[in-house]
């Protein structure tokens, strides 16, 4: 009996540690941040690059491109793919990070599921592939740039640039870059080269996004926290 009541203390404890780490990790800051830059990034993903052929790099490039071939729906394929790559760098991410990026997962699943369920909102761009890159780029820039903000991952680029780096000592920008070359070199199986190119001008717009939302703010913060 006193076993079977130190037991029950036992989980009851833990019970209340985890939810008082989820209420620590989850204000609602993060959690307002994640579920909207998710959705802004998957509309943009859906209702501009699939209807354009113009493809990201990373993870989000490799959806598209299975999307493609294999035609499996873009809501199953992300959280598929993200979870494989949590899974291999398991070890060198931090708690707070596989959190947050486990819920975002979610969040892009369910959002690339509720677009799948209606027509394009916006017109095809697929014959101004510069106007689609620009568009594109914005949507997945300010989408990504608001959940990475969080600590999250929009999806498993980070842990799989986190993996690369590890295991060939590269610098971890070096990483980003193979795997985004990577998969635009598989997408020339279905996408044009000039079409490649336009993909090129999206990733330049989304990483010059994604680095200025998550930095703005952040000297003037460090700052104000030193003094």
Not at 56 to 79: A, Q, T, V
Not at 80 to 104: P, R, V
Not at 164 to 191: E, H, P
Request: glycine residues 8%; neutral net charge.
């Amino acid at each position: 009996s006193a076993s079977l009541v130190g037991s029950e203390m036992c989980i009851r404890d833990r019970s209340n540690t985890i939810k008082r780490e989820l209420k620590e990790t989850f204000v609602l800051k993060t959690t307002v941040s994640i579920t909207i830059g998710t959705a802004i990034t998957t509309f943009g993903l859906y209702n501009v690059h699939q209807q354009a052929d113009i493809t990201e790099g990373g993870i989000l490039g490799l959806i598209l491109l299975l999307n493609f071939w294999l035609g499996m729906s873009s809501s199953l394929l992300s959280p598929i793919l993200d979870f494989l790559s949590y899974l291999m760098g398991f070890k060198y991410l931090g708690k707070e990070f596989l959190k947050t990026s486990i819920f975002a997962t979610l969040c892009m699943a369910c959002f690339f599921r509720l677009w799948e369920l209606f027509p394009p909102l916006l017109p095809s761009l697929a014959d101004i592939p510069l106007a689609a890159s620009v568009l594109g780029g914005c949507f997945i820039g300010i989408g990504c740039g608001l959940v990475v903000r969080q600590g999250a991952s929009c999806a498993g680029d980070d842990a799989l640039a986190l993996v690369i780096s590890k295991i060939t000592g590269w610098r971890i920008s070096r990483a980003y870059l193979f795997t985004d070359l990577t998969v635009l070199v598989l997408s020339l199986s279905y996408i044009p080269v000039k079409r490649i190119i336009y993909s090129l001008i999206t990733v330049t717009i989304s990483s010059y996004l994604i680095d200025f939302i998550t930095n703005f703010g952040r000297a003037k913060e460090n700052t104000a926290a030193e003094a």
